[in-house]
């Protein structure tokens, strides 16, 4: 029997002709990937094209290895720039009900084949600084603010740090609950060599309070992960850093909250 095939984007139109006319009129940064639902003889799979093909070898090998630690969606197929990936069904992930699942997801990335290497080995603490100033020439900072994140992030800096695998893209639409475990269904921010501490930073941007970040971490290096509490911090003000920076390049000026630093200024 021949294969019924039926194929459709993953976003809906009004999300596409938005990202169309933040790239022709408003310009700076946009996602080059896109992303399709296919669905065979009644089985259904995610289709993921990147705009390149090492884009697409470095997901691979993320999923191929994080898959040892920890349930996700199976790679079924690379053809050059794309990947098709199981479409996995689930609940919808809730921040209280399945905090502790989450926990269980960092800590089992967390754990796997982390390293500690001095922070002078890598560029981090430059791009930091680097993110800083352009926040300064843009006017998102000011010279105050700009000069006292410089002084917080120097000294907060870590002699040494751990890197190893993390999820940087830790919004709840990107997992589902299913079997007791939440699983990553969106998959291209896996990251096998990341600042410890990044994701759970992140989670911190969109639906961690403040007052439980330092139990979710210590549930984490319970549960297995290496103890990243030192440098805890110092990935947070990178992580936020970073992300305002590249909110601002995307046209996306209306995400930015300034008063996300605030916790770091005096």
């Known amino acids: 029997m021949i294969a019924r095939f039926t194929h459709r984007p993953a976003h809906s139109l009004g999300r596409r002709l938005l990202d169309a006319f ?23 799979y995610k289709r993921v094209v990147f705009g390149d093909s090492a884009q697409a070898d470095r997901v691979a090998t993320a999923v ?4 040892a630690v920890t349930p996700l969606p199976r790679l ?15 609940q919808r992930l809730d921040a209280d009900a399945h905090q502790d699942a989450l926990a269980h997801l960092f800590a089992a990335l967390h754990g796997l084949n982390h390293r500690e290497v001095p922070l002078d080995q890598t560029t981090m603490h430059q791009q930091l600084s680097n993110d800083l100033e352009f926040l300064k020439q843009v006017a ?109 390049l995307a046209g996306k000026r209306g995400r930015i909250r300034v008063e996300h630093f605030d916790r770091f200024l005096r």
């Open 22 to 44: 933040r790239s022709r009129f408003v310009g700076g940064l946009g996602k080059s990937q896109r992303v399709f639902f296919v669905q065979i003889n009644g089985q259904r």
């Open 64 to 67: 191929q290895s994080c898959q």
């Open 76 to 90: 079924y197929h690379q053809h050059e720039n794309e990947l098709w990936f199981e479409f996995v069904e689930g």
């Open 140 to 248: 998102v900072l000011d010279d105050r603010q700009t000069v006292e994140l410089q002084q917080r992030a120097d000294a907060l800096r870590p002699d040494r740090v751990l890197l190893g695998a993390d999820y940087l893209d830790p919004v709840l639409k990107n997992f589902v609950f299913k079997d007791g475990r939440a699983v990553i269904i969106d998959l291209e921010s896996i990251d096998l060599d990341a600042l410890l501490g990044t994701g759970v930073a992140k989670c911190g941007l969109h639906w961690l309070p403040q007052d439980q970040r330092s139990d979710f971490v210590e549930r984490i290096i319970e549960l297995g992960a290496p103890d990243f509490r030192a440098q805890r911090d110092y990935a947070e003000l990178a992580l936020i850093t970073g992300w305002t920076k590249r909110k601002l």
